[in-house]
């Protein structure tokens, strides 16, 4: 019994220390700096659309320094490239350069909502296009589960993942570009593209470990005492270092 629970002890401490060091390589991508939207979007490779949108507007620049000078953080909702692609031809090209400044800073919310709290927000939400004007470029949001919809009143989009989160800021991606009401009254409308959304989003996804601890600690329960002890006492802290 006493061999037991002292092998129990070595495993415990080979385990956290194991915890331990992944924890602190693996989860958050601390970038060494402040974030960087365009080096964000770059890495998901399917937006220089929007890319080339913040660049010309100078809306990158603005992004950054926000969110390196504010706490409140920002929530941005990223169209694919696909998504411009849908676009009916000229939509881009009919804005003046004001109004592509108004439509890049409506895809921008001027706080860092995580999926869970889309569910709580109040909509008509404010978006950075409106900050001269109550009322202005507001959207809508309706959230159940990993489902998030967003309407301008013109598209109703899909937020189809999770691009990227810190404290300060979420990225995430639509499926269509989001028109506003203002700029775009009904008539401008562009055809609905049929949205499939890309992939449910599920922005944590729980390491699929499960169902091997099961396996692995059954294994060892061939043993009559000790062992399944040792393997539950192993499994919490599976567990634990799992959660972490
Ligand atoms: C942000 O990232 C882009 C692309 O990786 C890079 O060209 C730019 O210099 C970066 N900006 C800052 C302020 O680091
Ligand atoms: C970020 O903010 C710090 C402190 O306010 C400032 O020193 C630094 O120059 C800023 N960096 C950028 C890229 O704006
Ligand atoms: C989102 O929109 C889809 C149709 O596009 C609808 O089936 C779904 O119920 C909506 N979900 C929410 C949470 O509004
Ligand atoms: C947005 O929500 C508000 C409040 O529920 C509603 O009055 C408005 O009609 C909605 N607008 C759109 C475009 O869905
Ligand atoms: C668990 O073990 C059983 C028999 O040892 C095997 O048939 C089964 O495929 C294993 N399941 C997993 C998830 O490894």
Not at 143 to 151: A, E, H, L, T
Not at 219 to 238: C, E, I, Q, R
């Amino acid at each position: 019994m006493r061999k037991r629970l002292i092998s129990f002890f070595f495993l415990s401490i080979f385990f956290l220390l194991h915890c331990s060091s992944t924890i602190a390589q693996a989860p958050v991508p601390a970038p060494a700096g402040p974030d960087n939207i365009t080096a964000i979007l770059e890495k998901g490779g399917q937006f220089t659309s929007f890319i080339r949108l913040l660049k010309s507007t100078q809306n990158a620049d603005q992004i950054n320094a926000q969110l390196n000078n504010s706490n409140q953080g920002l929530t941005i909702f990223a169209p694919t490239d696909n998504a411009f692609n849908n676009l009916k031809p000229g939509t881009l090209n009919s804005l003046s350069d004001q109004q592509k400044v108004q439509l890049v800073q409506y895809h921008i919310l001027p706080t860092m909502l995580s999926m869970p709290q889309f569910q709580t927000v109040t909509n008509p939400l404010r978006t950075q296009a409106g900050d001269t004007g109550s009322g202005e470029f507001p959207l809508n949001i309706t959230s159940s589960g990993n489902q998030v919809n967003i309407s301008t009143g013109v598209v109703d989009a899909t937020v189809a993942n999770t691009m990227y989160t810190d404290s300060k800021l979420a990225v995430y991606q639509v499926d269509q570009v989001l028109l506003p009401l203002q700029l775009f009254g009904s008539s401008q409308a562009p055809a609905p593209a049929p949205s499939t959304p890309e992939k449910g989003s599920t922005p944590k996804a729980s390491p699929a470990g499960g169902t091997a601890d099961a396996n692995t600690s059954s294994g060892m329960k061939l043993d009559s005492h000790g062992l399944p002890m040792v393997s539950v006492g192993f499994a919490v802290l599976l567990a634990i270092c799992l959660q972490l």
